[in-house]
């Protein structure tokens, strides 16, 4: 985005991006003789625009392709190889460490493979089918290096099992090819094939989910041509490892779409919810705590089952008393630990002799350290003593429900056995100092508000952080990631403050039970708990590790921060707002209100996710800045960076300025009039403020812009300008160096909301920037909008190529007729070529002026039918309704031709009836497979339809001198006039039917005549007028 808040203002501003020398940065990426290393120099400036590149400006790359499809789906034998045997590559060289699939060979994938897959899905053939298609078209070799065996059996000790060996065999061939590579070569073209025949699936899933394919179904076609059903979700999650390898193999600049919980259709993945729920249940892990980690890992809900596989085989991980737990709640949440007993980890005598020498740290100790601008950590060794600021010290993370909290116990006494234990850990840290909240906070009020205030800093600056959670304590330490999945399902990780000393710790070790004993053990949470290569872990493992990298690494949006807090809960309600300022670095008080908090949240953070602005609540104000934010921060929803967007630069967030002003990129559409008729966008809140402002809102449907990303919800928005005066369908809209400044009104769900997608290349999102909540007189340094621009008021973008016109133009040698209700209407174009509004005189184009049809009596008494000099409406080359005359209608219509190609049977075919084809995929049709017919088109007025039909010149312009076919005046004594078409087949047989009336009792389209003999030219008396003369297009 060419917009940031600047550092100074703390307003919006546009920047300039640098501009790069992309054909020589690609010719190096394409040709492996070159210079790699200054590539790789230059990898992380050209990465956003790479893909563009290969789809654009360099074809000739492809030429050493030949013409072979990536997508010819067939029968599958799910036993077949899809690897080629070694014999089969004989025409190929292996490299020097013997790999026979990183070599030069007939083809290499580059651009080619993403645009057949976007022109080629069949819908005929399942899923599993195309991906058959696309592993044998990339042609990968069963490779004979002693290197990439051995990496072969690595991946293959690791990769889940699924019910298609042969396809998993052909991922783990690709992946341990690719790992033996240096990383220079991984910008070389047969590295990039490689990385190709997987993103290839990537894509692939993508048009799935774009187009809608009714057969996304779990099931393939065998050889015998039958449909077997197999179970779809484990190979996508195949797929979708194979594509985190792409990523972390350090190729991070090349066609990867984001992932998250829409890329796999939901029917493939809901068994797996189920079972993994029901494995849970039976095994008693908490609901709750396992949906909640959905709320934060990088596929949602998507990644429960992986986690299940692992977790299912540890007894341990079993949460006492939470059989009923659901997946919205958990008792333990809402348990107040400062009323619990303190715990004592003695046993046996050990508790009595605890009990009766309790250990005593002198709360005046440390209110006379805090007076005197001292340190609020203590000693390990007796006697107790609170040391300087300067002492080295490590600070506890635990969680007060344990018993490990200051419970009912008075101010300053520790169980003797409890301390003893927290100080043998710091002294494994090198440490001889202790902050410990049940010691170190101060139960004098005002000290206790500045102890709690500065407590993230005290994590912050001590040596180490020692997490200590009973459910880990007695988890066996094992080597196979299970303590990490332990770490995200315990107590300690659902807790609020734990979130910010997770956060502020530079360094951490956490408490387990050393395997064999009931000895405790401590583990370095970078260096032993989390997964380092996904090559070298299992599903589970990774995920876990990303969840809990996430808490740790520094928080660049709200909506990070919100997938943080979101799931743990706090015994007291108001903390999690301190806790939330905590986390963003701001001062908090309790004494702020939470619409305080939220608004210095945003003020400090600056950037929020677009699915995070999906909230269903009342705003802090109803117009201006904070229109578009709750009262409370969070009311708004989670959205944690799924695993691709954190690595990769496609990543989209909204920024806010210090007004509360919000600007983001969006896809966006137009409500149009159908949506507001057939009540298709509907509020998500139940808040009858909310819901009754947007119903309100879309009384002026014209005015509104749904923005956000299919299949929704979405954010509604109007302009702040009415745009009553102009009414298109064409979404004209700022694509760039531009905005539309509008107004928020709420969440809804909508239907009909093809349009935010291309109808040519079905991921081609075009993004549109938007302010919301801008205040009053408030001016920017960028050109913006406040209602819908025309084409003629957009920027012109250099580089902006002149897109292919449709082929639809009209006939401006024939006469219309429309269907207005009873009148009907009578229309004759008239054409002239212009300068385009954009691109001006080099690119001429057709423009249109749309007339009526006039009776006029001369001076001689004579009536003739002519063309009306003041147009009806005149169109514009973009073909929206430029002018419109009062005189033919107070309302600007939209203009929009006909799609002929969704009706059945043809329209080619003679039928007595016809219908609409049902159109069950997005609206991503061929050119080829859409119609527009020439002979019809259709104006929509705000509260009606009208449709204009070319009368067929063997009517109009008969070679027969003697027919009467042809369009008639019919004038009437008073000087009223109606056209009717007269069409006479044959010398007897002649039917009359109106084209306009000035009657209700005989309105349009009434055939008045349906036969007649010896009728002549003249005056033939029809009782409705004397028909005078017959009228040609072609005049």
Known sequence: MPYEIDSKTGLIHQVEIESSHHNDIYSRFVHPNNDVDSTLQGRDSFSRKLMSLIHNDFQKDDQEIPDRKVLSPAAVDLNESLLLSPQEGNNINSTESGCSNLVKREYMWLRKVFVDIQAEIDQNWPMLNHIASICKASRIYRCQSPICQEHHKQLDDILPPCDWPAFRE????????????????RLTRPYVHLS?????????LEGLKLVRYTNVTAKYINLRGEKIPINLYPICEIIYWGVSFQIHSGNRMFGYLEWGNTMIPHGVVAPALVESTNRARERGICLNRLWNVSLISDRGEHDLPAIMSLAARYPKLRHKNHESCTAGFCGFNTVDATYIRQLHVCEGDGVTHCRENRMFFDPELLKISMANDGGTAWSIDEPLEVLGRQAEYATISHV????????????????????????????????????????????DPVLRKEAINNMHNNYFNSKCTIVHDKYLADFDWAEDGSPALALIFSPWFTRGWTAVECNMARRIKVVYK???????????????????????????????????????????????????????????????MMIAGLLAGIEVSYSMTPANITKAIFEKIKHIAHSSLLHQETSISESGGWSWCPNHLYDLPASPPGEFRRLMTTGRSCIIDKNGTILGEFPARRVNRDDFLHRRVVPTSSHPFVSSRIKAALENWQNCLLIGHYPGPYI????ELPNDGFYSRPNYL?????????????????????????????????????????????????????????????????????????????????VWMGDNPVNGDLLVLQRAKVPHPTFGAQHMVWSYSVHNLEVKETSTGIFEISIKEDPCFTLTPGKYIDKVSKWWSEETPNFSYIDIAQYWPPLGIRSSERATRPNFTRDVRSQGDAIPSENLFRLDFLSRTITYAAIDNSLTDSSDPQSLSGVWACIYPDGNYEFHLFDQSKKDDLSVTKITSITRNVPRGYRVLDSASDLLPGSPDLKLGKVRQMFHASK
């Open 400 to 443: 007060w429900s344990d018993g490990t909290g200051v419970g009912i116990e008075p101010p300053g006494y520790i169980n003797r056995c409890l301390f003893e234990r927290f100080a043998k850990f710091v002294r494994l840290t090198g440490c001889n100092a202790i902050w410990w909240d049940s010691i170190s906070i101060p139960s």
């Open 716 to 719: 509604l928005v109007e302009t």
């Open 514 to 576: 050393k395997p064999g004993s009931n000895e405790p053990i401590i583990k370095d949470l970078d260096n032993d708990i989390l997964a380092k290569d996904p090559t070298r872990c299992s599903r589970a493992h990774w995920i876990a590790s990303n969840i809990i990298r996430r808490l740790r690494a520094p928080i660049e949006s709200v909506s990070n921060l919100l997938a943080i807090l979101k799931p743990r809960s706090t015994s007291q309600l108001r903390d999690k």
């Open 196 to 204: 190709c025949a997987v993103l290839a699936m990537n894509w692939f």
């Open 734 to 814: 700022p694509s760039t160096n531009e905005a539309l400044c509008c107004r928020y009104l709420g969440t809804v769900n909508a239907v009909g909301d093809e349009d935010m997608y291309s109808n040519q290349v079905y991921d081609a999102l075009v993004y549109h920037p938007i302010i919301i909540g801008r205040e009053p007189d408030m001016t920017f340094g960028f050109k913006t909008f406040l209602k819908f621009p025309t084409q003629e008021e957009l920027v012109y973008v250099p580089g902006m190529k002149v897109a292919p016109a449709l082929r639809w133009a009209f006939s401006f040698n024939h």
């Open 170 to 185: 052909w991922i783990i061939e690709v992946c341990s090819c690719q790992i033996q590579a240096p990383y220079a070569e």
